[in-house]
């Protein structure tokens, strides 16, 4: 009799270790692993990982490249919505997560499997974006989650691997790394209490670079399509090579602190030195080309696109009204944006586009006008103040 098939979502790290000896030895099942490559693997790790599993026993590895999917259908949204959350963090983990359970879940309808799998513990975000996204996508198929299920703890895992015996080095790196196109996050002591900064030695790109550099980037409808002049068909290329460019002053880190899915408050490291560049160089300019009123919405709207995206409500339809209200907003958000790279910082400097609101056919701030006079300026004003100065006479004639 044939046994069971659940797809996990592996990683190759202690916790899925764990999931695979547990599922196909203890649980009885056919265990077919999934690795999700979202941009933070290189070919060395991703056959790594591939080895690994099949020497613990998996019935099939998978590895599935989504790089471009997540940029089209996510990535470039939080682009132009210029959205970080809680003004701080790009949210690197939160998007990645969401486009690593949809492929798990496809991969699940395509060979017929009858569960499938995620390491995540009780303590995080994780296990309800995967979750969610499973309960969506294969509604049918059973979620199992040994880790959170069993409450185990890592040496509680390490000896039932031992006893499998399986035997590599299990010993925990004092920072946890989650690497991927849109940034790193990094977890250690530090950011387990509210107070303590990331040391040196924690981040895993060190600086490299002690001087300044000039930075032009291009936009093409608020998508990055050109770094210093060399121009690029996808903006996923453009992305790594705007990374090899800036990692090397060590610029995008921070702290972001931030309330969890499950109603508790966190902390997490994280470098993005890319995701960062590139959310303020398109904001810059935005800022030259869109209209007040577009503005406006923009940033009433975007904030709850990052929300419910953290939230791991990605399938929720009004996600595909929001991405259509910001596709539209990207019609003249074409330009070149100069940047400034120095250790540790960044900042843009100015941006050129033949949609520039700021022409002086027009006039210039506080020195000239073109297009109207000073008594076209004297009747606006008066229009303009006429309501609050009938609010104001009728309140003192009556609190007399």
């Not at 969506?136 to 059973?142: H, L, W």
Request: charged share 20%; net charge negative.
């Amino acid at each position: 009799m044939s046994k069971p098939k659940v797809v996990l979502a592996y990683s190759g790290g202690l916790d899925t270790s764990f999931c695979v000896k547990y599922l196909s030895d203890d649980q009885g099942y056919e265990v077919h692993s999934v690795l999700v490559d979202t941009g933070g693997f290189t070919l060395s790790e991703l056959q790594t990982v591939e080895r690994n599993a099949y020497e613990l026993g998996v019935a099939s590895h998978a590895t599935l490249d989504v790089v471009n999917d997540y940029y089209d259908n996510c990535l470039k949204y939080l682009v132009f919505g210029n959205v970080l959350k809680n003004n701080t963090y790009p949210l690197s983990v939160s998007a990645e997560r969401v486009f690593q359970a949809l492929a798990v879940a496809e991969y699940a309808k395509q060979i017929g499997a009858k569960a499938v799998a995620h390491g995540s513990t009780g303590a995080g975000n994780d296990q309800v974006r995967f979750d969610m996204v499973f309960r969506i996508v294969v509604p049918d198929v059973e979620i199992i989650t040994p880790i959170r299920d069993l409450r185990l703890s890592r040496e509680a895992e390490i000896e039932y691997l031992k006893e499998k015996g399986v035997q590599r080095d299990w010993t925990k790196s004092a920072y946890s790394i989650n690497k991927g196109l849109w940034g790193t996050s990094v977890g250690g002591k530090e950011t387990l209490t509210s107070d303590g900064f990331l040391p040196e030695e924690a981040w895993p790109t060190q600086l490299q670079r002690q001087d300044t550099e000039s930075l032009t980037l291009d936009f093409v409808h608020g998508e990055l399509k050109g770094v210093n002049g060399e121009t690029f068909e996808n903006p996923v290329d453009a992305i790594r090579k705007l990374q090899e460019v800036a990692a090397p002053f060590a610029v995008g880190r921070d702290i972001h602190v931030g309330d969890t899915i499950i109603g508790i408050k966190g902390r997490v490291g994280f470098e993005a030195a890319a995701p960062l560049i590139i959310i303020k160089a398109h904001h810059a300019l935005e800022k030259h080309v869109l209209t007040e009123q577009q503005i406006y919405f923009k940033e009433m709207l975007s904030g709850n696109y990052g929300t419910l995206l953290h939230k791991g409500q990605f399938l929720e339809p009004a996600m595909r009204d929001l991405e259509t209200f910001l596709q539209s907003t990207q019609e003249h958000v074409t330009g070149q944006v100069n940047v400034q790279l120095q250790p540790y910082r960044f900042f843009v400097t100015g941006i050129e586009s033949p949609y520039d609101l700021m022409s002086n056919v027009f006039g210039s701030y506080g020195e000239m006008n073109n297009a109207w006079s000073g008594d076209d300026v004297r009747g606006f004003s008066k229009i303009a103040s006429n309501q609050t100065m009938i609010h104001r006479k009728i309140t003192e004639l009556n609190d007399k």
